[in-house]
Every structure is written in structure tokens, then in C-alpha cells.
């Protein structure tokens, strides 16, 4: 395990679901609000697993990191936990991408600041089948 800024972790995706997979009473953006307040501790989450292709580090937990990532960017947070893992976790869907993992969007909710990058636009599968394709590229 290390310790890193979020903003040093890419995401594997464009875009994240709003609410996490335990819990749909709380969205993502509501859960950064408790985290804030203190009414949820940010050692109650689980560790983020990465991969490392050539210099970058890539999340397997894109909502974690999302919620890091906007935590970081209000500077309520500097650093995270994560464990590198090996990159045959990474599965061909997992890794879609088209913009190098710099930012995120979240689907059927609204996507705090977290990144200094320009956000992303879903849309045209061109490019998707090219992120993919360079995923298998670093196995």
C-alpha cells in the first residue's frame, strides 16, 4: 500500500453510476457531504485498487476516486490509501476512456469539481474501441 494524491489516479471510465453499489439511499455526492461533516469517516471506506500502465496509475474503484478526487479539490483531503495491483484485473470494458482518465462524469446526477482537466462529453464509440484496443496493448 501507498499513499497518493487523488489527483495523481486516473479513472477506467468516462462516466460512473450516481449512487454507490451497497447503499441507493446515498448518492456519491451525498456521501462527500457526510464525509465533510463528519458524520461518515473517510478510514470507513475501503482501500482504492490501481493498476499501473507505463508511468500512470488507474482506478478499479471509479467512484471512490470520484469522491476523493472533489474531496481533494475542496481540500478537505491531500491524500488517499491505495494498493497497485496486477493489471490482468483490468478487464477490456473495464477500461473505456477518452480522456486518458483525467476526468469523469456522473450519470443522473451532477458532477462536482474534481479534476483541472476539461470535462468529458459522452457520445461517439470511435474513440472508445481505441482506449480499449491500448488497454490490451499494457497487459
Partial sequence: ??????????????????????????????????????????????????????????????????????????QFLEKMQIKIISKKKLRDWKFRTRNDGKSIEVKNGETLEHAHAPPIHVGKKKKRRRARNRARDYR
Avoid at 482504492?48 to 467512484?63: A, P, Q, W
Fill in 1 to 74: 500500500m501507498m499513499s497518493v494524491r487523488p489527483r495523481n489516479v486516473r479513472f477506467t471510465r468516462d462516466t460512473i453510476k450516481s449512487h454507490f453499489q451497497n447503499n441507493h439511499e446515498a448518492s456519491v455526492n451525498q456521501t462527500i457531504s457526510k464525509v465533510v461533516d463528519g458524520s461518515i469517516l473517510i478510514e470507513d471506506f475501503p482501500i482504492i485498487e490501481v493498476i499501473k500502465i507505463g508511468n500512470e496509475l488507474y482506478s478499479l474503484d471509479n467512484r471512490r476516486l470520484y469522491m476523493y478526487r472533489v474531496l481533494e479539490f475542496k
